[in-house]
């Protein structure tokens, strides 16, 4: 089962993009990095609506 050459060439191929999920390429990287920092800015806009403000 794991003697198959294909299986193996597929499971280096997918490991040698280093981080990020399995089998998602440098398409995939940049989708979940585009989906990060959108939660990181909803989350810094939410944070600044809720932080009450001074009023002079």
Do not use: D
Request: charged share 5%; proline share 2%.
């Amino acid at each position: 089962m794991y003697n198959n050459t294909g299986t193996l060439a597929a499971g280096a191929g997918a490991g040698a993009g280093g981080s990020g999920l399995a089998m998602t390429g440098v398409a995939g990287n940049l989708i979940w990095i585009f989906l990060a920092s959108f939660a990181i800015l909803a989350l810094g806009m939410a944070i600044l609506r809720t932080v009450p403000r001074s009023q002079r």
